[in-house]
């Protein structure tokens, strides 16, 4: 069983200043006609290792953004970044506008997918980090510059990525595949599909296909008539957008349809309006479809011709919708040192004339394991009336280690079953401490 992990807040980054600058496409090495390589699909979202400059740095794909952003000051002197000037941008979240660098000339590779003349936007210090949310380095994302030049075949269940020329590529015949047009605003693609709500009622949106957010579908609160936020909701954290954290509602929808495949019973989020005021520049806008919905698809995006087509179930589509059900939000929060027993020391084995005598005698080393912290404790939730805290540090779960997870299986943990037994050994500033509580289903 999958499981959905909050959006990253990835969504449609709205620059306020002029993109329109002259930059070389995105090409195939030697002429060839396509090229295919493996990613990783970390919290839904696709990762792909790029070099800038020579150096291979980890991407998030995003077709949520029309331009390329890095978020790693540290990097731009060992990159080698090229003819920088200084800018202000502003996207989502609570915040205003926030400073920084727009670099053209810049050399990008993917395998054998290359631009010499790539334009990126560095925004510098820690104003929009996510390596603690992914558990590896993301040093940017990456979206319409790589799809705009080419026909993307993704696969979810291979975790394959072909970029095909649109000259040379042939659609095949499928019966069970289903295309339908994209409308672009801002260089970014939209869809119109129909979700409906408890009392039946089909209500047409017009949604950012936007592979960046790892949530299954945000709706933008009175963006239409129909579109009501659900009586049975709970207030959370959805994420960090480019100007600052993301607040909102989370319920159920009754069925989210997409042509002729349906999926009842969907998770779906409400985001503050305050918090996504720069998203209704886009008046036709109803809000987002994001990759909890698109991984369950082998999926063929194709903005040359304006078009995707939703060609093969993956093996994610039957999934069950979860959510987090304890109101805890983690991050990783770096390295602490760990006393662990070294297992590969032989036990001692003496033998003389009238007997044999084991000798157990253990060794023990230290090392460096990940470590996971509260960063969000939704109000009145399981864990929030348990007594849990911002900052609190998670030692152990249901008596096992916390570094022996990863952050997708504790979340997976917090996610499948409601009133399951949650038992948490945690380090507040030194101080260990044991609390408990059981899952709680709300929606």
Known sequence: MRFKIKVLALIGFLFVYSLCF????????????????SFKLIHNIIILPIEVNGSELNFLLDTGVANSI?????????????????????????????????????????????????????I???????????????????????????????????????????????????KKCQTFDLEFYKEKPYLNIIVQSDNEQPIPVKLLIDSGGGDTLWLFDKSSDDIEIPERNFEDYLGRGLSGNIYGKRSKIGKIEIGDFIFNDANVAYPDSSSIEKAYQHA????????????????????????????????????????NMSGIELS????????????????????DAESTTIELVYKYVYA???????????????????????????????????????????IHILSTKPNKLIKLIIDRDGEVLSYSFRLENVL
């Open 22 to 37: 002259s930059q070389d496409k995105f090409r195939i090495a030697h002429d060839q006609n396509s090229h295919s390589a």
């Open 70 to 122: 890095m978020f790693n000051l540290s990097a731009e002197d060992s990159l080698r970044l090229r003819d920088r000037e200084k800018i202000r941008l502003r996207g989502l979240g609570e915040g205003g506008y926030i400073d920084a660098i727009r670099s053209s000339n810049n050399t990008f590779k993917f395998g054998k997918v290359v631009n010499t003349n790539h334009m990126i936007y560095l």
């Open 124 to 174: 510098p210090g820690n104003e929009f980090e996510l390596s603690s949310h992914m558990g590896i380095d993301i040093n940017g994302i990456i979206g319409g510059d790589l799809f705009r030049d080419f026909i993307v075949d993704i696969n979810y269940t291979t975790k394959r990525i072909k970029f095909n020329k649109p000259e040379s590529y042939f659609y095949k015949k499928c």
């Open 284 to 323: 036709e806008r109803n809000g987002s479809l994001a990759s909890e919905i698109l991984k369950r698809f082998r999926l063929i995006i194709d903005y040359p011709n304006k078009k995707i087509t939703f060609a093969k179930k993956s093996k994610y589509f039957n999934d069950a919708f979860l959510y």
């Open 332 to 351: 990783y929060s770096g390295s602490m040192l760990v006393k662990e027993r070294d297992n590969s020391v032989p036990l001692g084995v003496f033998n």
């Open 368 to 410: 460096f394991k990940q470590s996971f912290e509260i960063v969000h404790l939704r109000k009145d939730s399981p864990a929030h009336k348990a007594g849990l805290q911002i900052k609190d540090v998670i030692l152990q779960i249901n008596g096992k280690p916390a570094y022996d997870h990863k952050l997708e299986e504790i």
